[in-house]
């Protein structure tokens, strides 16, 4: 990339923008984002599971792009938890050819009794792959609709010159539920009186969010990642609990030793938004 072209890219990343889908992440690693803060969501399920296990008492989250990363993570630390998913079940001891993880990503397995106190090393098939693509940001933040108001508050708090939403994606085409999201926060930093210049990703983002936001549950229930998982009985009851709205006031971020961890001071309380999931 010559001087002219990483100019222009590194202009780019100015005021708010969103990222809707994977094929945007090669992108992503070439610019500099070094006065860009990043936010990665992964709606369902990963960076609600993130949330609920760091708010749970989970010590770190060490996000891993895959199987083998992780096995060699719990080689080097033998007090790692490891959670993960393919095809959004629980790996199994058949893909790792040893043993099965110990959780998969599901936000309703990560209680206080399973993950208080403990390190997971965490491979999913989109979250993680994101989470990566941002590395050398400023900082990174992990966003869902469980900790949206304090992730808004974080942010507003001290509002960058340059934000990236970042949906993660599933496979390597957009995810409804993660725009949808990214547009609710938009929604919610222009109400806050802090709004950065739109992108007209951002525009799009916000404009399908309030579209939806009346019934959030039908929306992600259309999804392709929500059919999926409202298929398989054991999974369906995640799609309503991961569009709940603000039950955490927590911040996950990325250190840049590359371990997910709450940030160190919490958020400001924001005014509540309520919404209807039906």
Known sequence: MDTEIARK???????????FSPAEFEALERIDLSETVCVVFDVLRAT???????????????????????????????????????????????????????????????TPERVAGRTIAMTTTNGT???????????????????????????????????????????????????????????????????????DSAIMAQRLYADERKDLFAAVSRSQNGRCLLSHPELREDVKFCVQRDLFNIVPVMTKSGEVVPAPKTPPELPRTIETTS
């Open 129 to 199: 792959r994101a989470l990566r693509a941002c590395a050398h940001a400023r900082e990174i933040l992990v966003a869902c609709f469980l900790n949206l108001r304090a992730v808004s508050g974080y942010l507003v708090r001290d509002m960058p010159s340059s934000l990236v939403l970042v949906c993660s994606g599933t496979r390597e085409a957009s995810a409804y539920e993660d725009v949808l999201c990214a547009g609710a926060l938009a929604e919610a930093l222009q109400d806050s009186g802090n709004w950065l210049d739109p992108s």
């Open 9 to 19: 890219a590194s202009e780019e990343t100015t005021g708010l923008q969103v990222l």
């Open 48 to 110: 609600s599971s993130m949330t609920i296990a760091l708010s749970n008492g989970a010590k770190a989250i060490v996000p891993v792009t895959g199987i083998p990363q992780a096995l060699d993570v719990r080689s080097r630390r033998g007090d790692v938890l490891l959670a993960g998913e393919r095809h959004g079940l629980r790996i199994s001891a058949d893909l790792t050819g040893t043993i099965a993880f110990d959780l998969g990503n599901s936000p309703r397995e990560f």
